[in-house]
């Protein structure tokens, strides 16, 4: 095994191991989530999980989706650091129906991915990892967030695909639904909201505090900032309907994220994305 | 609210007002059909139903499609006349599953279009209704009809479907199956009769009046004319399968139209057709 | 009827009879295969199953597809050999549901094929059949075949589609899975192996004879030769999914076949392929 001083480089020159089996589903979902940003990118099997973080070219958004290894049948990693060419193991692992098995092994010499499926073995030739763009420092957002929204994925997939009728970027907000002025109060019902202004047609889509799962926003706050919607109605196509998905915000011009849970829960899929700048 | 003596140019101008809400399937149903013949049409919610007559550029085809106020949850109406993007209500409405509510309200001030459905609300741009073609002066085709047929609009289809494989255009009647000569008496079977005649090939299609719900022709009376299945296969698509639908046919080189329930009765959709002149 | 010394060109000018009825599925299945490898065909409708035989002009496959007498409804033929537009004749056929009724016959002085379906008849133009290409001396290669593996049609279906990924040529065969040295024996495990190289990537696909409902291989007998995939994918988009599918393979460069039974057994598709000459 590598040791502690060893370049990621060396990692993948070391006879690095991986070796796992899992459903084709939260495979295939992590597979969709890391595409929504980019055609190649770095697999990192880790002790505890099977993660991709990647980037698109122009950094504007981010996608961190995991499987737990509890959710693997067989699991057995040391040291792997993999290039992959997503386009095609999403196309293989896309072979599978969504509780077949799948197997997943290194064959570090021949720098392969085997991938089993079934009585089927592709074997998938990697990329070298130092060609495949690496992530910018990611600075974590978490302490910029001031709201927390959970609602359903198709509800806010609605919302979405409406605002991409009408322009290219849309404003999400929390904000009071009834007003600032008379009834502004502690009282006032909260919304989640997303506008859309089109050249002649406009989209205000809001969710009401009562009809989303958890409903947290930091006292004063206000959350509202711009985002692209060519970058979110990709993120949203792998949104599940009729299962939670959690919009993080912050306060203006500040990224969002968006998560939901693989499968069962036994992994996560997190985009981030960075806000636009607001016209005027 | 507009004199009687105002035009129709007031009306629009005036506090016209629209606020109703109904089912998204019949509003779909409608929208539908419409969009067959033309990309912008007149709304017109009169008091006792939700009405869109139009006509395509070469005034061919016309549709008549209503929704009663009664199949509404809420209908207020009171001089309003809407100039509409079909295309784009189309689509908006279109978001909704069938029995999701779905609300329409005029913003006369803005010229926009409210829709709503579920959390989402669509404000569409209106188009100038004076801009929209205007309906040439409609005859009243009923007192040339001779025949009437209702039969599913699955069988409809099929030959409607076949008929296009070979031709552009098919004549459509009624006639006695066996003949005009020696067993053309009252105890002859008739016939609903689709014929296109292609290059090479050909398509009979004949539906016996067994077979149809309502089978009522004028005595002595034939009915037979030519029409252009580019007009008629759009129509058809819209046309419900294992629902009646009825078929009125005049004499020679007469109009047909085609008309059928939307929803549980509460609407209906008339499609009529201009003849092609007969070849030779 | 024609003489026994009557030539085939005789055969259509004479008054050659046909007239059947079949449920839609079979119809469907022999006219989708032979469509893999031809727009035009002759159909011999013999005294004991309505046959399709047909090869593609660079006549690498021959597909050979039969519908039993015994599974028609009504069936009279004398005679007749029909030059058929299969694109045509297949739309038509489409129309129907799978176990609709359809009827063929046979107009003689018009050159025409009426095809019922329901209330509709579909007259189809028949081509002059000598036009059509006429099948090569089709060698028997039965007695060249020293393999013959039943697998259930998906199975093999993954395999091909998993092969297209990475290359347009497979090798097939049957080998002994525990390799030739210490383990070859009798005992080891014998199974059918598609194997394709592309330029990264490869694909090896193995079913274990114990997954076969039938595996045989003439004692001492090699079974492998390499195989078109643009050719071999078309033919397994026809192969039924959940239902057994025989292939049978030869030496090194012959041919394999490649048959499944239409609806319950009334019929059945052979397709043949000829070998590519292996590379290198």
Redesign the interface.
């Known amino acids: 095994m590598s040791q502690p001083t060893a370049t990621d480089r060396d990692a993948t020159v070391q006879p690095a191991a991986f070796d796992a089996t899992v459903e084709a589903e939260p495979l295939q979902t992590v597979l969709d989530a890391a595409a929504v940003l980019v055609d190649e990118c770095i697999v990192r099997p880790e002790p505890d999980e099977f993660r991709i973080v990647a980037t698109d070219p122009a950094t504007v958004g981010i996608v961190d989706a995991t499987v737990d290894a509890a959710a693997f049948e067989r699991y057995e990693t040391s040291g792997a650091r993999l290039g992959v060419d997503l386009t095609?193991l999403a196309?293989?692992v896309g072979?599978a129906d969504g509780d077949d098995l799948v197997g997943l092994s290194l064959d570090p010499e021949r720098r392969?991915l085997e991938v089993r499926?079934?009585?089927?073995?592709?074997?998938?030739?990697l990329v070298d990892p130092d060609a495949v763009r690496s992530l910018p420092d990611v600075v974590d957002f978490s302490e910029h967030f001031v709201a927390r929204v959970q609602l359903d994925g198709g509800?806010l997939s609605?919302?979405v695909?409406?605002a991409v009728?009408?322009s290219n970027h849309v404003e999400i907000g929390v904000e009071k639904a009834d007003g600032d002025g008379e009834n502004g109060g502690s009282d006032a019902v909260r919304t989640l909201r997303l506008r859309a202004e089109g050249d002649?047609?406009?989209?205000?889509?809001?969710?009401?505090e009562g009809?989303c799962g958890v409903f947290e926003v930091d006292a004063g706050a206000e959350a509202r900032s711009l985002f692209s919607l060519s970058y979110l109605s990709e993120m949203n196509r792998v949104v599940p309907s009729g299962r939670p998905v959690t919009v993080r915000l912050g306060e203006q011009e500040t990224p969002m994220d968006l998560a939901f849970d693989v499968a069962d829960g036994e992994g996560r899929v997190t985009f981030a994305l960075a806000p636009r700048i607001s016209r005027g």
Do not use: E, K, N
């Open positions: 095609r196309a293989v072979m392969r499926v079934g009585d089927l073995v592709y074997a998938l030739a509800m609605r919302g695909d409406a009728m009408v002649t047609d406009s989209v205000d889509f809001g969710v009401d009809d």
